[in-house]
């Protein structure tokens, strides 16, 4: 293993205000598996972006079959061999497999008239599915396969560009237990002919299995490495967490009350065979911590009513509820910040003042007639408390930073009543200063008696803001940590699916 | 939000003053009536094409829905002698049937508006021509519905009521659109569905309604049409006439993706698509251009109109940034680019005259 196909050295990313890497070093081996791992924004797809040419690092060198470079282009990264197998399969469901595989690189016939060749494209793909094991032709229309097949066309593509080095970010997430074996099998082939797989994934038993050696990240730094004969969960947890969790808790005023919301062997359209069972308490602020896919929005938009509970019931303050539309929630004073919030919590080109009445426009109206003035003073007395900086309530929301479209989306709800509600995210792409006043405000609609429930993936948030944390593992509820077990190794141990004595026992 | 408004009643103002200014039978009392009674013809539809298009949908099928109604109308009337205020009733009921047919198969069947208005345009027609064998349908001698018909085709004082109806309609969606929840929820699906519905709004429902509306609109004018005409021949009435109300909408500043448009807008584009017309005539043109003028000053106006915004929107993003810099620097930047913005108006809209 001792020859050097690839080595980054002292790569580092700034985004404004943001370092998203720092001196970060790897080196990648003929034909050797590299797992990649570290938490939910620890650097590892930014790194990978920079190693496919998609974003250009602001230092640092890449070395290449004996070529350096500062930066590469993805055509240049093509032509060095490193194909990428992305998350979300970036392939064109309306066309066959061998078009997906030589899309951009078309074999040509007619001369001048410039045809596509169909039958040299196909001629090329089949020995390529054959070596992969697939049980596809190269005429078949990607929208027919499954995700682990067309994880396949994706890897076809990769060997039809004679790639050395393939990168999987996270490819087994949406796989069954017998998908990915097969995965880990094509894996093991692949290194057997000599070319090298950078395997991203949080599934650190998968990582166990395959690879010969393990990089682990940590806020943008390489903080360790493991050796195959090191490799444990417990060592790769130990190097994933370790950070200082600044104390950025507020006790409740007082003790959680009675009521509040509980969820009961709810099922989600994301997981049809797992149930979830949560409670939340009345002036609590619940964590919801897991991996990004371990089903927390999609419980979140279940209990919001926008995906179809497919069981189990809501209860709020011990009523049972139902909620078949957002509209049914709301009126329930359950109410959601999601995670997008230019997708789905605001209409960007209206103003301040429209968005924050968007809910709640119907009950101050007479005669269904616009009540402007209750308008104008709900939008100002909103924009007041939640010191919304913009010249008036007027402007359109699309000209605000991103703390202050949060504090649009949130000002939506404050003006209503609230019973329970739940925060997707409420902090990603937010300031600092703009976080701490988020934090401030869900406390003390906590304090008010209002049951919150936070998602986040953000460990420093999920650990300093909440009350309880329950961690959710591939849909559902994998254990709930009270304050005194608050760690950044129990919420990771929860959210990879080991149990949480095991690790006790093991930690040092 | 009224700058647009503006900028059309300008456009109107300079194209009517110049055509007036070449032969001034444009602006003859008689000429000048003629054109207020086909302004309401036109405007009525107009305004629930409009509504339906804020909704970011559109509505292909009114030409033939007056058809279909039209002919049935008649025949309620002539063949069935049914009494006039219960035959105009089953028209109007027959507008919004039809409407909420096609908001259903769009909003729960979640079927692509353009499809169905489509299916809807060609069905309407082949329905009206086979009930009809084809054939012309007319009153007779007889004066079946006078009273209707003087209402629908005759005047106030000079003014045709076709006019006061649009007016009317026009005052009464333009509180709907513009001062009630329904309208403010309207623009909100139309700029962003999947927002409205997480703030709790019944999308389908307000879309839906649309669509009840623009075909209850299209009731009102198939009488109108029927009245004006006096006959329905099945084959060609109303033919492309939802592409005028298409027109007058887009030229009155509602954007095909939804959630902008005025109802004064709509009114004043219908306004300018007739004159246009009228202009066409009055001036002499080949009346086989009359499309191509028409086409030309649409495609300007919204050209004009897509350029203009750009602008407005560049300046807002430099004021965004002005709002974070120090506060003296944003105010001489906000002052210096309020009067160069409303400045800029009425130059571009002259140049398109």
Redesign the interface.
């Known amino acids: 293993m001792a020859e050097t196909l690839l080595e980054l050295s002292a790569i580092s990313k700034t985004y404004p205000g943001v370092r998203a890497l720092d001196d970060v070093n790897l080196r990648v081996c003929r034909g050797e598996v590299l797992g990649l791992i570290g938490e939910n924004g620890a650097g590892k797809s930014t790194l990978m972006r920079v190693l496919a040419g998609v974003i250009a690092p602001s230092a640092g060198a890449i070395r290449i079959g004996g070529n350096e470079h500062s930066r590469m282009t993805v055509s240049e990264a093509t032509q060095c061999g490193i194909a990428f197998v992305h998350q979300e399969l970036n392939l064109f469901e309306n066309l066959d497999v061998a078009a997906n595989v030589f899309i951009g690189r078309e074999k040509l016939a007619g001369g001048p008239l410039k045809l596509v060749n169909n039958a040299e494209m196909h001629a090329r793909v089949t020995p390529l599915l054959d070596r992969l094991g697939a049980d596809f032709t190269p005429g078949t229309l990607v929208e027919n396969l499954s995700i682990a097949e067309r994880q396949m066309v994706e890897i076809a593509k990769a060997l039809s560009i004679d790639a050395r080095v393939i990168i999987m970010d996270e490819p087994t997430s949406s796989l069954t237990i017998s998908e990915t074996e097969r995965l880990l099998e094509v894996i093991a082939d692949l290194k057997a002919h000599g070319i090298s797989v950078i395997y991203i994934s949080h599934r650190l038993g998968e990582i166990m299995s395959c690879a010969d050696r393990v990089v682990v990240l940590r806020d943008g730094r390489t903080v360790g490495e493991l050796a195959r004969d090191e490799l444990s969960h417990a060592a790769m947890i130990r190097l994933m967490i370790g950070r200082d969790l600044k104390a950025l808790y507020t006790p409740p005023a007082h003790a959680p009350q009675p009521g509040g919301c509980d969820i009961a062997g709810v099922v989600t359209t994301a997981f049809p065979d797992r149930q979830i069972n949560l409670s939340v308490r009345r002036g609590e602020i619940l964590g919801l911590a897991g991996l990004v896919g371990a089903g927390r929005t999609s419980l979140a938009r279940a209990v919001?009513g926008?995906d179809p509970l497919l069981g189990g019931e809501i209860r709020v303050d011990n009523m049972p509820v139902g909620v078949a539309?957002?509209?049914d929630?709301?009126?329930q004073g359950i109410y959601?910040v999601?995670e997008d919030r230019k997708?789905?919590?605001?209409?960007?080109?209206?103003p301040i003042r429209?968005n924050v009445t968007?809910?709640s426009?119907?009950d101050q109206?007479r005669m269904?007639?616009?009540n402007g003035t209750a308008e104008r003073k709900i939008a100002k007395d909103q924009a007041r408390r939640l010191s919304i900086?913009?010249?008036s309530v007027d402007i359109?929301v699309v000209?605000?930073s991103g703390g202050n479209q949060q504090k649009v989306v949130l000002g939506?709800w404050l003006s209503m009543q609230p019973r329970v509600m739940f925060f997707d995210e409420p902090t990603r792409g937010i300031d600092v200063g703009a976080k701490s006043e988020i934090y401030a405000l869900m406390r003390s609609l906590a304090d008010q008696g209002v049951a919150i429930v936070m998602i986040s993936s953000d460990m420093e948030e999920v650990i300093g803001v909440s009350d309880r944390v329950a961690v959710m593992h591939e849909g559902s509820v994998s254990g709930v940590l009270e304050r005194d077990q608050f760690s950044e190794y129990n919420v990771l141990r929860l959210a990879v699916g080991q149990a949480l004595e095991t690790m006790e026992a093991a930690a040092p | 939000m009224m700058k647009k408004e503006l900028g059309l009643f300008l456009l109107l103002a300079v194209i009517s003053a110049i055509t007036g200014a070449i032969n001034p039978a444009f602006l003859s009392f008689v000429n000048l009536l003629n054109m207020a009674n086909l302004i309401g013809l036109f405007g009525v539809f107009a305004l629930g094409e409009g509504l339906v298009i804020i909704t970011g949908g559109i509505d292909l099928s009114l030409g033939s829905m007056f058809a279909l109604l039209g002919v049935v109308f008649i025949d309620l009337l002539t063949t069935y002698q049914v009494p006039w205020p219960l035959a105009l009733l089953l028209v109007l009921m027959g507008g919004l049937a039809l409407g909420g047919i096609q908001g259903f198969l769009i909003t729960r069947l979640k079927m692509q508006p353009f499809i169905v208005t489509l299916c809807g345009l060609l069905i309407y027609r082949g329905a009206a021509r086979y009930y009809t064998s084809d054939s012309t349908r007319g009153f007779g001698y007889g004066d079946e519905a006078s009273t209707l018909s003087n209402i629908a085709s005759g005047n106030v004082a000079g003014i045709p009521n076709t006019f006061i109806f649009l007016i009317i309609l026009a005052l009464i969606l333009g509180?709907l659109l513009h001062?009630?929840?329904?309208?403010?929820?309207l623009?909100?699906v139309g700029?962003?569905e999947?927002?409205?519905?997480?703030?709790?709004?019944?999308t389908n429902i307000v879309i839906a309604t649309a669509y009840v509306i623009s075909g209850g609109l299209a009731g009102v004018s198939t009488v109108m049409f029927v009245f004006y005409t006096n006959s329905v021949s099945p084959s060609s009435f109303g033919n492309f006439y939802e592409l005028y109300a298409i027109a007058a909408a887009v030229l009155g500043g509602c954007s095909l993706r939804g959630?902008e448009g005025s109802i004064l807008g709509i009114v004043l584009g219908t306004a300018l698509l007739q004159v246009l017309q009228n202009l066409v005539n009055i001036l002499g043109i080949p009346n086989s251009l009359n499309f191509a003028v028409m086409g030309t000053v649409i495609l300007i106006g919204v050209l004009a109109d897509q350029q203009l915004q750009a602008r407005r929107r560049r300046k807002?993003?430099l004021?965004?940034l002005a709002?974070t810099a120090p506060k003296s620097k944003e105010n001489t930047r906000l002052q210096n680019a309020a009067p160069h913005g409303a400045a800029a108006l009425p130059t571009t809209t002259s140049d398109q005259a």
């Open positions: 919001f926008v539309s957002p509209r929630a709301i009126r959601l999601p997708k789905s919590g605001l209409v960007l080109e209206l429209e968007l809910a426009l119907l109206a269904w007639l616009v900086k913009a010249p359109e000209t605000l939506k | 509180v001062r009630s929840v329904y309208g403010r929820w623009y909100a700029k962003n999947e927002a409205a519905r997480f703030s709790g709004i019944n959630g807002a993003a004021a965004g709002r």
